[in-house]
């Protein structure tokens, strides 16, 4: 099993969410975060005065699969995100040692399937 963290912007949210579903992903968890990158934030004007954004709004999903899906919803992840411009974010994936569905008391890869 594998825990997939994707920071993306939040424009991209919804295309995402589609192609990972249609990847195989079951569930998953969004959280409105926000962070910089090498961009280190950006300026801004608002009536006039110019001020400096240094944390950027984004979204973070959490996405827990069976290891044999992995790269199928990285790569949709990675295919839908990208706008070509900087700030597109970052994927990252780690093992994940157990899970248990609360509710019904199954553990691991039963836990985290449909």
Known sequence: ????????KPSRLDAVLEAVTEAGASGLTVTEVRGYG???GKTEVYRGAEYEVKLLPKVKLEIAVSGDIVDAVVEAIAATAN??????????VTDLEQALRIRTGERDAQAITG
């Open 1 to 8: 099993m594998k825990m997939i963290t994707a920071i993306i």
């Open 38 to 40: 090498r961009q280190k």
């Open 83 to 92: 706008t070509g411009k900087i700030g597109d974010g970052k994927v990252f």
